[in-house]
């Protein structure tokens, strides 16, 4: 199936029902009968988080939820923050949807914002589109059918941006910029209370589990990664598009749907720019959050760069240049650090590294870890850390000088590696 947006091609794996790129299944505001009974369902469903990390949304449903019922500032009531900032330079699902499926995302707003008991309710994005999508989306509706309250709020884009507590932090008032844990917004977020930060993707799969159930949903999919997911595919000197697929499909699937021969292949850029590259060992892999995680990879956001004639260090270098200068510059650990590894892998592209240097590089790769307030180190770290040991031997040529892609004088990664605008 195939459908046509004014700005990504959009298609759903044949062997799928897909349940958010067509509207086939169309959103009812479905009034909620019994809160508990929809928690109880979402835990069910195995619905995990789309935002990066694959959190169990009704775990932290829950949290919120017993937090906002607990005592003090907290009783004022719980807050709910649909995520659509997207950050994340490979990904487009998030705008998508939000320009395309804006009642699917608040219909999965106001049901997260029933089970927690919240009375205030935010859509949070820094794409104009999606804005105007969501405005108009609001003013189609007749506030009681949300039974909450739902502000938007746009920012300007960034890739720190979308991080959970930099999201609270801007609602709040200030700069979109995260903020030393704990407290997680769990705890205390928005205006201090309990809040629920959940990505757009996640809460437009939440009307479907109302509608049909939890077995429904785990219908297709992974037992550890249930239901189907919003993947953007980019690279291969190919244009951007956004497939809907079940976890657990081959990846070589995913290649013959994207017209790419295995042959072609040298690995792929996962997770968007957080988790790393895999080398030709992506080619053995299925599409689930428990395979990524055991290869020491990710799906994270479904975003996924495919790599072909392109040098990874030539990429590797870009994609360290873009955490330089998109770090929020807060942590010096992170400010320093990213600094400092995009200039080896500069170096190293450009053939002047050191053995020393590329020692650094990966001794780097393995201290910087875990620092900082929010996880850009921590993408920085995975991506220096996975060029060095996935491309060995291109790494090597980088010392010699005799990667040949590169003494071409086309380092076409550099463009700086913005594959979506
Ligand atoms: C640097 C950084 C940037 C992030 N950017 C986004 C983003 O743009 N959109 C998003 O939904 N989550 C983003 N996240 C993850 C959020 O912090 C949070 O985990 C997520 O919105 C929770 O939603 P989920 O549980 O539905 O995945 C980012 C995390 C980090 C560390
Ligand atoms: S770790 Fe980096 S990106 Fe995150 S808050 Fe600190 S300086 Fe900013």
Redesign the pocket.
């Known amino acids: 199936m195939e459908y046509t947006d004014t700005a990504f091609r959009t298609v759903a794996w044949s062997g799928c029902a897909p349940r958010l790129l067509t509207d086939s299944d169309a959103p009812e505001y479905r009034p909620v009968l019994d809160t508990d009974q929809l928690l109880r369902e979402i835990e069910a469903s195995g619905l995990v ?5 694959a ?1 169990p ?1 009704g775990v ?1 449903l829950r949290a919120v939820r017993d937090n906002g019922r607990s005592g003090g500032l907290a009783a004022k009531g719980a807050v709910v923050v649909a ?1 659509g ?4 330079p490979a990904s487009v699902k998030d705008r998508w949807l939000l320009r395309n499926r804006p009642h699917l995302v608040l219909d999965g707003l106001r049901l997260a914002a029933a089970i927690v008991g919240a009375q205030r309710a935010y859509v949070y994005v820094s794409d104009r589109d999606s804005a105007r999508s969501v405005e108009g989306a609001l003013g189609d509706l007749d506030p009681d059918i949300l039974g909450v309250a739902v502000e938007l709020r746009t920012v300007e884009p960034g ?2 941006a ?3 507590t930099a999201a609270v932090r801007a609602i709040d008032g200030g700069p979109a910029k995260p903020t030393d844990k704990p407290p997680r917004p769990f705890e205390a977020g928005v205006g201090g209370r309990p809040t629920l ?3 757009v993707e ?1 809460l437009a799969n939440v009307p479907y589990v109302q509608r049909r159930g939890a077995a429904a949903f785990r219908s297709q999919g992974t037992v550890h990664s249930p239901g189907t997911f919003l993947a953007t595919i980019t690279g291969a000197n190919r244009a951007p598009v956004l497939y809907e697929l079940p976890h657990g499909l081959p990846f070589t699937e995913l290649l013959s749907l994207h017209g790419v021969s295995s042959e072609q292949v040298r690995g792929a850029l996962m997770g968007g720019y957080f988790a790393g590259f895999l080398n030709r060992r992506v080619l053995d892999t299925t599409l689930d959050h428990e395979t990524m995680r055991g290869l020491g990879s990710g799906l994270g956001c479904g975003a996924i760069t495919v790599i072909t004639d392109e040098c990874p260090v030539a990429v590797a270098a870009s994609v360290l240049a873009y955490f330089d200068r998109e770090n929020a510059g807060q942590c010096g650990s992170c400010f320093n650090g990213t600094a400092a590894m995009a200039a080896v892998a500069a170096a190293l592209r450009d053939f002047v590294a050191t053995q020393e240097d590329l020692g650094r590089l990966r001794r780097w790769s393995v201290v910087l870890r875990g620092r900082g307030a ?3 180190l921590d993408a920085a770290t995975n991506v220096a850390a996975t060029l060095l040991d996935q491309f060995p031997d291109e790494v090597d040529r980088h010392l010699g000088g005799t990667c040949v892609d590169c003494t071409r004088g086309a380092f076409r990664a550099d463009r700086p590696y913005q594959a979506v605008s």
Do not use: D, P, Q
């Open positions: 988080g789309r935002g990066g990390a959190f949304l932290k995520n900032e997207e950050g994340e890739y720190v979308g991080e959970e930060v959940s990505n996640t929010c996880a850009t």
